[in-house]
């Protein structure tokens, strides 16, 4: 069985950073893609950002572009989002998610989600 477990949400002030990690175990990172969605109250899920784990190529939606950072720890299995420059409509519920089928971030959409973390809410203050 496939689980994705997010950490390292919380509360930060504008301008403020926060890292992200998604532990996946039950599947083992090769030519796939791997990401993240955010749904904020009121709104549709986003997807921001992904990263292919054989090549390292990666994908970020306008809205992150410049200030978030994707990277992948393949022996550790684990998924990492670094973002920084935090404002606050970046407030909203983070998942990681990983895609088997998938082999080019930019086509990163909730379509070719083969699996979901269950979400972490990152709060930014003004």
């Known amino acids: 069985e496939v689980q994705l477990v997010e950490s390292g949400g919380g509360l930060v002030q504008a301008g403020g950073s926060l890292r992200l990690s998604c532990i996946v175990s039950?599947?083992?990172?090769?030519?796939?893609?791997v990401g993240w969605f955010r749904q904020a109250p009121g709104k549709e899920r986003e997807a921001i950002s992904s990263i292919n784990t054989k090549y390292f190529s990666t994908y970020y939606a306008d809205s992150v572009k410049g200030r978030f950072t994707i990277s992948s720890d393949n022996a550790k299995s684990t998924l990492y989002l670094q973002m920084d420059s935090l404002k606050p409509e970046d407030t909203a519920v983070y998942y990681c998610?990983?895609?088997?089928?998938?082999?080019?971030?930019?086509?990163?959409?909730?379509?070719?989600?083969?699996?979901w973390g269950q979400g972490i809410l990152v709060t930014v203050s003004s």
């Open positions: 039950g599947f083992r990172f090769g030519d796939d893609v």
């Open positions: 998610a990983i895609s088997g089928r998938l082999l080019r971030p930019s086509q990163w959409d909730h379509t070719w989600v083969d699996a």
